[in-house]
């Protein structure tokens, strides 16, 4: 038989109010943090051009660099910090 607690509902325990503002703290703070890294990522120009290559079709690294004209290595570069920065 389901256990009645807190306002009522069946299988819910009383639930101390401190508990969920903890928990809405912590998630604002990674919701926060989340943000911050996606800004870090997409900061640099050239990102953003490359981000608005990738958009619509799928490149390799050759295929980027002569679309925007960013050397081989200095894409390299901004692919592995947008990758990092999306795990």
Request: hydrophobic fraction near 35%; proline fraction near 3%.
């Amino acid at each position: 038989m389901p256990v009645l607690g807190g306002r009522g509902r069946a299988g819910s325990a009383a639930r101390n109010p401190r508990d969920s503002i903890k928990t809405c703290k912590t998630c604002c703070a990674q919701l926060q943090e989340l943000r911050a890294r996606v800004c870090k990522a997409i900061a640099d120009p050239k990102r953003l051009i490359i981000i608005n290559e990738l958009r619509d079709r799928e490149l390799s690294v050759g295929e980027l660099c002569e679309a925007t004209g960013i050397s081989q290595s200095n894409a390299s570069q901004h692919l592995t910090i947008l990758a990092s920065e999306a795990s």
